[in-house]
Every structure is written in C-alpha cells, then in structure tokens.
C-alpha cells in the first residue's frame, strides 16, 4: 500500500497567507492602520471646541514676542522707517494685524495696509513701544538681561563696538576662557548687544579666577575701554556733570558698569568691570542709595543715559494687535457633508497604508524566499547560481552572506573529492606494485631473491609511510595531535636531522650545511615532532636539488621567535604555485612521478606541525635560483599549541 506522496519543493516553501511573513505584515499593517485612522478621528471629534476657543482668545505668549522684537527693533534703529518689514513678518508668524502708530495715533506701520477697507483700530493699545522706558511686565530681552531702569539693555547707542574692536576684544575673551579652563575654571564667551564680550563662569567657580594670574591679567587688559567706549564715556560724564551742577552736588566719574566715585580720576583710562562676570556695558546701576547725594547722582546718570541714547533709539510708538482684517473665528460643523469627508480621508489612508505594507512585505519576503529555495537545493545535492543581491540592508546582507558560506562549501565539496581521488591514487600504485609482484611469484614468473623481497619491502614501507601520513594530518584536524614540549636546543636538533639525511644526500650527490648563529635561544617544543617537521623539508629540499647542488640549514633568532629556514640550490618553484605547495597531495609535478616528487603530503605535515607548534611556515622561490622554506617559532616559555589551530593538544 503506497503511502502519502510527499510534498513538493514548491509546496514546502510556499506557505499559506496567513502563517506567512507576509500575511502577518499585511495584517499588523492594517490593525495599525485601521487603529490610527480611529484614534485620529476620535482625537479630532473630541479635541475641535477647546482648539476653536484657543485660536480665539489672545496668546499672551505671542504678545510677548512681539512686543520684544520691535522693541529690539527700537532700540537699535533711530527711526521707525524700516520696521514694516518686520511687522509682516511677525503678522504672518502669528496670523494677527499688528499696528504701530505715533503717541497721537498717526500711523507708523500696518500690516492690513494692503487691504481695501482696513478695519478701525482697537479703543485701547496692546502696548507703548519706548526702549527708554520700557514695560518692566512685558521686557523678556533676547539678550538674557531684564531692565530695572526702564532702559532697554539693548539699546546701546554711542556704546556699540566697532567691527575691528568688537574682533579684537573676542579674541582676548577666547584666551582668558582657554587660560580658565586649563585651571580647572568652566566658563564661556556670552555676546552683549553692544558688541563687547562677556565671559560667564558656570558652576560656583567664580571665587577661583582671583586664582588664576594669566586670567586675571587677561580681565585687566579685556577691562580696558576701547576708543569708541571712552568716546562715549566722556560725553555721559559731561552729562550727567552738568545735571550733577544743577542740583548743587560735586561731578563723579562713571565707569562702564554704570558705577561712580567721587574724587580725582582719569576716566578715560580704564573702565572698572567685575571679575568673574563681565557684564554688557550698560548694566543698571545700584539699585541701593545710602544718602540723598547717591540717590541725585543715579537719577542724573539715568537722565544723562537717556539723553545720550535719545538720538539713537525710535521714538515712542503705540502698539496695536487685533485679527487679521477679514478673519471669522473658524468653526467646524460636523455635517452629513464633513462626516463623508472624514470617512473618505480615513478610507484613503487605510488604503495607502494597505498597499505600502504590501508592496514592502513583498519586497522583504521575495529574497526570502529566494534564499529558502536556494537552501533546500543546496540540501537536495543540487548545484545552486548564487542568490541575486539587489539591496543593500539586513536581508542584503544575508544573502551576501550565504552566497559566500555556498562557494566555500562548494570548495570543500570539491577539495574532499579530490583528496578522496588523491588518497585512492596513492595507495593505490604501491598495492598494485605488491600485487603485481606477488602474483609474478605465484604463477613462478618472479623469483624469491633478496631483490625481489627488499622491493616488496620499499613499496611496503612507501605505503606506511602515505598512512602514517594521512593519520597525522587525520589526528590534527580532529584536534587529537598531541605534543610532548621539552627545552630543546637547535643546534643538536639540526645535527640530528643532517646527519639522518646525510646518506641519502652523499647518494643524491647533494652536499648538506647547517649554520646556527651564535646565542640562539632555547625552544620549548616537541623535539619528535619539530625534527619531522624539519625532515620533511630536507628531505624534499634533497629530492629536488640536482647533483652538485647544496641544502643549507640555518637557525637564528629575532625578537621573540626562532627561525629555521631549509634553503636548497635546485630549479625553483614558479611563482602561480607557490600558494599552493601546502595543500594536501599538491605536487609541481603533475604527472606524480615518483622520481621527483614525494605524495604531497610533507608539506602539508610540516604546516600542521608548525601551528600546533604557535608557529608558523612560509615558502620564498625563484626559478633557477632555488627555493627556502622557513619555519618561524615563538620562543617564549608559553604553552605551544597557542597558534592558528588551538584545538591540537598538549601533555
């Protein structure tokens, strides 16, 4: 009885709609959406009077502003010719009618004055715009400074800075921020509307920069007045001298912080500012008057003040703010006609959002499913074109990712059949050798001479020779190599290892050398397994060195490690195979002669050996010239198998 037919590939990687990536995208996309169109009409419905009664009523906050910007614009500006500009931009920010007019109601500035019919202006100011007397309620100055005098901190007037000076003095107020904070002093430069620099010490580090002599030398020469503040100053003296002489009181001296003292004193010469906080030039004065003198000296300084900002500031302007001309408060009427607007709107969203999470999760599945069936081919022992890369992100990536762990196992696939082929080969020629022999002594063909036996012997000991081989590389994969590490010195090591190949090389006509340099130091290492490892380099140096040539052993050491180079005198190694003489069963030639080549699997050993060793080995050849393998080893008394392969053990 046949069982149930088993599902196609097209049946395993197609799942339904709603177990699907897809399906799931599709219908969390829509819940949200459907979730977010209610919610935002339910907001709507709920939220619609408070909104029409706050576009109604007056922000305060708005007012602020405003009143603020064209009282800077006052402040800075001698007249109010410009300033229209400046109302239709703050008109159109907060969408109300703003109006400047003279004290006696002429206008100034109107940002309805292109309307045909421009709508009568309110019985009452918003505000008096007067940076000379400005409201103490409403003056919130961009600058950080509030008034206490009724002046407008940014009104600077004949105080302003010059380009050069403002330059020069920013330069100096860098060098004494950089000289604090070396000292531990946080501080930074603060701009004044006068152009001159603050620096403001943060934290409570203030008591700190008397400390500080290269900030203290540096506030002394930032103190200094410039040519246009000395200016200034002396036509603010001469002012407030002259109110002074009025009321029957002594002239005083006033810096640039507003301060004053009495008594002889070059005005011009330096200013007196504070220490850890340079204000702005035009700070107000002290606010507490011992005696009558003090309290006539601040009001003549305030009216000398003002007398010299007069010329520099608008003048006084009324200052009106009212809907814009035209305006109805807006309403909303939820009627059968809004109600079938909301409900189309809602509909085209849920739409939108529908088919943009269907066309993105089709866009996320279709790779998906693209590396799923390339997956299941793979598994299927089928060979597989890599998976196109179109995108750049996660799932890019993924597929970049498994194209290359497919191209490596297609290489491993295709490296174990040919070692597979390879190990076949060899075992194969010296079996069919003893074979052949064997049967040639049993049909009588062949007779049992010593001859006859010590071939059997050479072909026996060739393939103990390809399995010991095979073992030692079998037992360094798995991690199963085990070393035995003792001190051992090179120089005897090396003797050992020439005087083993000595016969073969006098046969070969190959003359051996071994030079260790003097002051070598002592290895710790497995002296069974190095000496194989250096065997299978002489020895294959021997084999292909031609008659009359030479094979030089030679040790020396460098900064941490012993090198021990095999260099031979015969044909060389073309340059397109040298990469590839330590792969397993590799051999330049390709005919697997015997004669001139081993069964590639000594240079494969000697790699193994020298990694569980924490070493490593290298092949430098020149056609013609010769070739010198070099096995590079730590000499550190450290555990050896720390290397390339830590899986190989020691005991």
Same mark, same amino acid.
């Given at each position: ?87 239709? #931009? ?7 009618? =703003?109006? *400047? ?34 409201? #103490? ?13 009724? =002046? ?14 403002? #330059? ?7 060098? $004494? ?21 603050? $620096? ?25 007045? #410039? ?93 009106? $703010? ?88 297609? *290489? ?136 009359? +040539? ?54 494969? =050993? ?19 010239? +010769? ?20 899986? $190989?053990?020691?005991?």
């Amino acid at each position: 009885m046949r069982g149930p037919k088993a599902p196609s590939r097209e049946g395993r990687t197609r799942l339904p709609l709603r177990k699907s990536l897809l399906g799931r995208l599709l219908a969390v996309s829509t819940l949200v959406a459907a979730c977010s169109v209610a919610a935002t009409a339910w907001l709507a419905v709920q939220s619609t009077s408070g909104a029409i009664k706050e576009q109604q009523g007056q922000n305060l906050t708005d007012d602020t502003d405003i009143y603020d910007t064209l009282l800077a614009y006052a402040a800075t500006h001698p007249r109010w010719d410009g300033v229209q500009n400046t109302v239709q #931009t703050l008109a159109g920010k907060y969408d109300r009618r =703003i109006v *400047l007019t003279t004290q006696n109601r002429q206008p100034i500035a109107d940002s309805a004055e292109a309307a045909a019919q421009p709508a009568e202006l309110p019985i009452r100011n918003a505000a008096v715009l007067n940076p000379l007397a400005a409201d #103490t309620g409403l003056a919130t100055s961009r600058t950080g400074a509030g008034t206490t005098d009724g =002046i407008d901190p940014r009104a600077v007037g004949p105080f302003r800075l010059t380009a050069a000076e403002s #330059t020069k003095l920013e330069k100096i107020a860098k060098r $004494i921020v950089s000289c604090l904070s070396d000292n531990g002093v946080a501080a930074d430069v603060v701009p004044t509307p006068s152009g001159r620099p603050s $620096i403001e010490v943060v934290g409570q580090d203030g008591e700190r920069v008397h400390g500080v002599r290269c900030a203290v030398i540096g506030l002394d020469e930032l103190d200094a007045p #410039t040519r246009t503040e000395r200016t200034a100053l002396a036509a603010l003296n001469e002012l407030a001298t002259q109110c002074l002489k009025d009321k029957g009181h002594a002239p005083v001296n006033v810096d640039l912080d507003l301060s004053w003292q009495r008594g002889p004193k070059d005005i011009l010469s330096k200013s007196r500012m504070p220490v850890i906080t340079i204000a702005s030039p035009m700070p107000s004065p002290p606010g507490h008057m011992e005696s009558a003198a003090d309290r006539d000296t601040a009001t003549c300084v305030n009216t000398a003040r003002k007398a010299q900002l007069r010329a520099h500031v608008s003048p006084p302007a009324l200052l009106f $703010i009212d809907d814009p001309v035209g305006a109805e408060p807006p309403g909303f009427d939820l009627s059968p006609a809004n109600t079938v607007q909301i409900a189309g709107v809602a509909a085209l969203v849920l739409a939108l959002t529908v088919g943009a999470s269907v066309l993105a999760a089709t866009r996320l599945v279709r790779p998906l499913l693209a590396l799923t069936g390339a997956a299941q081919r793979m598994k299927d022992g089928e060979r597989t074109a890599p998976v196109p890369v179109t995108t750049d992100n996660e799932i890019g990536r993924l597929a970049v990712a498994f194209n290359d762990m497919a191209a490596h196992r297609a *290489l491993l696939e295709a490296q174990r059949r040919a070692m597979v082929s390879d190990v076949a080969h060899e075992l194969r020629t010296p079996l069919s050798n003893i074979r052949g022999w064997l049967e040639g002594a049993q049909d009588g063909i062949a007779d049992l001479d010593p001859a006859f036996v010590s071939s059997l012997l050479e072909e026996a000991v060739q393939l103990q020779h390809i399995i010991d081989d095979l073992q030692d590389l079998a037992e360094a994969d798995a991690g199963a190599l085990r070393l035995h590490p003792e001190p051992v010195r090179i120089d005897e090591l090396l003797g050992q290892v020439a005087a083993a190949h000595q016969a073969r090389a006098e046969s070969e006509g190959v003359a051996l050398h071994v030079r260790v340099d003097p002051d070598v130091p002592t290895l710790l290492a497995d002296p069974v397994r190095l000496r194989q490892a250096i065997g299978n380099l002489v020895s294959n140096a021997v084999r292909h060195t031609p008659r009359g +040539g030479s094979v030089t052993l030679r040790a020396q050491g460098s900064a941490g490690r012993l090198d021990v180079a095999v260099s031979d005198t015969g044909a060389g190694i073309p340059a397109a195979d040298l990469p590839h003489v330590f792969d397993r069963f590799w051999r330049a030639e390709k005919s697997r002669n015997r004669r001139t080549g081993g069964s590639g699997l000594g240079l494969a =050993i000697v790699r193994k050996l020298a990694e569980a060793h924490g070493g490593t080995v290298d092949a430098r050849s020149r056609v013609g010239e +010769g070739s010198t393998f070099t096995l590079r080893l730590p000499t550190a008394a450290a555990d050896p198998v720390e290397g390339p392969d830590p899986r $190989i053990t020691t005991i």
